[in-house]
């Protein structure tokens, strides 16, 4: 079975801090890997794919790294509206896995 | 712009069935895969099906195979889920969505909830 983990659960930060989400797959997924936020009452909103590609209209100070099983998403600092859960995805031939989430939350 | 509207969610009770629709726009439907990714209250994300872009290729989570039924119809640009046998852990938000060009989901509608309960 694919699993995708997703460290750490919470992370408490303030706004202008740098946030680093990790998550890390049972299997290499090579850069298939996608990062999505989903803010309260909101469907989730797609951020990275392919590891490292911003979607259109997010901003530069999301990046997205990694290879293979370990794979990190970084904000740079941190603004006010950043304050969400995120998901890490995977997709390995036709079964789609998602990651359990980091919640981002005001410290 | 791309939009995807889902209807068709509600109350049933354990053993009933329902049908969402999820009703696309602003991009050629017939091109795309589609799939209906599902949030338990609280929980995270669960995919749930995903069909290609004719219908042919068809996948599901483990959990709802044999019990739901995905299908689309391009004239209509129209996905949609036939959920049979509910039980109450099926409760959840469910949302459609495109897959992109990549193996990820670009476009999300807002969900219809599913409640599962006696």
């Known amino acids: 079975e694919f699993v995708l983990t997703q460290s750490p659960a919470t992370l408490s930060l303030s706004p202008g801090e740098r946030a680093t989400l990790s998550c890390r797959s049972s299997?290499?997924?090579?850069?298939?890997l996608t990062w999505y936020q989903q803010k309260p009452g909101q469907a989730p909103r797609l951020l990275i794919y392919d590891a490292s590609k911003r979607a259109i209209g997010i901003p530069a100070r999301f990046s997205g790294s990694g290879s293979g099983t370990d794979f990190t998403l970084t904000i740079s600092s941190l603004e006010p509206e950043d304050f969400a859960v995120y998901y890490c995805q995977q997709r390995s031939n036709w079964r789609v896995t998602f990651g359990g989430g980091t919640k981002v939350e005001i410290k | 712009e791309v939009q995807l509207v889902e209807s068709g969610g509600g109350l049933v009770q354990p053993g009933g069935s329902l049908r969402l629709s999820c009703a696309a726009s602003g991009f050629t439907f017939s091109s795309h895969w589609m799939t209906w990714v599902r949030q338990a209250p609280g929980k995270g994300l669960e995919w749930v099906a995903h069909i290609q872009q004719g219908g042919n290729e068809i996948h599901y989570v483990d959990s709802v195979r044999g019990r739901f039924t995905i299908s689309r119809d391009n004239a209509k640009n129209s996905l949609y889920l036939q959920m049979n046998s509910l039980r109450v852990e099926d409760t959840a938000m469910y949302y459609c969505?495109?897959?992109?060009?990549?193996?990820?989901?670009?476009?999300w509608g807002q969900g219809t909830l599913v409640t599962v309960s006696s």
């Open positions: 969505a495109r897959e992109g060009s990549g193996w990820y989901f670009d476009f």
């Open positions: 299997q290499s997924v090579s850069s298939s």
